[in-house]
């Protein structure tokens, strides 16, 4: 059964199991009536409705009122293609009993597509005793299951509950929406428990709720061993000399990592790269988490170059104000878009200062650099350096091991001026000219000029 969001469905394997009965846990606040409106709205019609029933957690009328306010709302499929009810009389009136009997009338009278109850765990409390409750959850699931009925169960479960409770036991699949705290930052994150009779995506995968509703960034983490063909023909670096020095250029799904310290050159680096690719045919995105649109702009116009240029995309962000996994789909999502070949991010430093788990970190930096290799999209990634004028480490992040070519830009003191210089360290399958060369930053952008002795 779709979701209605379909990187969540490919967590779940394809979707969930219909029939089978999917307990929806999570804190107040955490989404769980939302997720489960768009499940309603996705399945919904007339001929086999989606039905939501609401206990004595909520009212009806607060639910619909919030989902007002949402961009799958149809106002004219209400009471026809999804119905909403409540069991607040049943309840009062007969108790679980009646609820029982109310729940059978309904499906027994129209077959639907989902049957939501909001919230079940409302329903314990209403109960005499644990064994009451635990024989309608029984009485409940048999019945759902005999008519092949799809339910979702709501609760205001914490994941460390779950495990005593009889309603996970019973339920089919069990999905945990939960909030947690690193530092002053706020992220949410969905985990799948167990999904009977199909395989799911394990871990936590990082969520948002909006006015589409929840929007699910599945778990960066790829491992694919399977064999892909690269392109040979090089991709310029927009600098002839620095071609020579790394050999003819970057291949094709390479990844570089442009290290230096603050104003040495590494963004203007990048820009060039991403433009001179636009002129010579090969689209490529540069995302900036350091610079504002207006900052970066001033500088593309001051190369002389063209910000509205279609085969340029430029994105920017701040690093104070991102998700790190929507970051990362988004990105994905435009390098497919404008069919790029070419991708810089600048910088690393400003990524990771929006990751706060250092291991999760590495595991998106990998992931993105497989797929942009298996796509024979070349990448370019900038590190700032906290050294002026040497280098002593390449990386505090770990990712060096991971790039194709490595490029150390540095200050040199001369007199009583500064002067800048570059070094090719590292090229993969390539021979490289590793020397140091001055550099001098121009109005076309990074000019390469004589060796020169670093020391």
């Not at 089978?20 to 489960?36: C, E, H, Q, Y």
């Not at 005499?128 to 409750?133: I, L, S, Y």
């Not at 509205?308 to 790190?324: E, H, K, M, Q, R």
């Not at 210089?421 to 990074?446: F, M, N, W």
Request: aromatic share 8%; with cysteine.
């Amino acid at each position: 059964m779709a979701s209605g969001q379909p990187r969540l469905d490919a967590i779940l394997g394809g979707g969930l199991i219909d029939p089978s009965i999917a307990l929806v846990a999570g804190l107040p606040g955490s989404g769980k009536t939302v997720l489960a409106q768009q499940y309603a709205f996705a399945n919904g019609t007339d001929e086999r409705p989606a039905v939501y029933l609401s206990t004595v957690a909520e009212p009806l009328s607060k639910i619909l009122y919030f989902a007002e306010g949402l961009s799958f709302f149809d106002a004219g499929r209400i009471g026809h293609s999804v119905v909403f009810d409540d069991l607040g009389g049943s309840l009062d009136a007969e108790g679980l009993a009646g609820v029982l009997t109310r729940i059978t009338e309904l499906v027994e009278r129209q077959p639907c597509s989902v049957l939501v109850i909001d919230s079940f765990r409302a329903l314990r409390y209403q109960s005499r005793n644990a064994g009451e409750f635990e024989g309608f959850i029984h009485e409940l699931a048999g019945r759902l299951t005999a008519m092949g009925t799809m339910a979702l169960w709501l609760g205001e479960y914490s994941q460390d509950e779950l495990a005593s409770r009889p309603e996970f036991a019973i339920a089919d699949a069990a999905i945990v929406l939960a909030t947690e705290e690193n530092g002053q930052r706020e992220s949410r994150a969905l985990r799948v428990l167990k999904l009977r009779g199909s395989g799911f995506r394990s871990g936590a995968h990082a969520y948002r709720i909006g006015v589409d509703g929840v929007e699910v960034f599945p778990r960066l983490s790829d491992v694919d061993d399977t064999r892909y063909e690269l392109g040979r023909q090089r991709a310029s670096s927009a600098i002839p000399a620095l071609d020579q020095l790394l050999g003819d250029g970057y291949w094709p799904g390479s990844a570089t990592l442009v290290i230096g310290p603050a104003g040495c050159g590494k963004t203007v680096m990048g820009l060039q790269f991403i433009f001179g690719g636009a002129r010579a045919g090969e689209p490529g995105v540069f995302a900036s988490l350091q610079e504002n649109r207006v900052q970066v702009e001033r500088m593309i116009h001051g190369f002389g170059w063209n910000p509205d240029d279609p085969g340029a995309v430029v994105l920017c962000d701040s690093s104070n104000d991102i998700y790190v996994d929507q970051w990362f789909y988004r990105l994905l999502d435009t390098l497919e878009s404008v069919r790029a070949r070419r991708v810089v991010i600048d910088s690393l430093g400003e990524l990771a200062a929006a990751c706060p788990d250092d291991k999760r970190f590495r595991e998106f930096v990998y992931s993105l650099l497989n797929r942009c290799s298996r796509a024979g999209v070349s990448v370019l990634v900038t590190v700032e350096s906290p050294e002026l004028y040497g280098q002593t480490r390449l990386s505090e992040r770990g990712v060096s091991h991971l790039s194709d070519n490595v490029i150390l830009l540095q200050y040199l003191r001369k007199d009583s001026t500064l002067s800048r210089a570059l070094t090719v360290l590292k090229t993969r399958a390539s021979d490289h000219l590793p020397q140091t060369h001055e550099y001098e930053i121009t109005r076309d952008g990074i000019s390469i000029g004589k060796p020169v002795n670093p020391v």
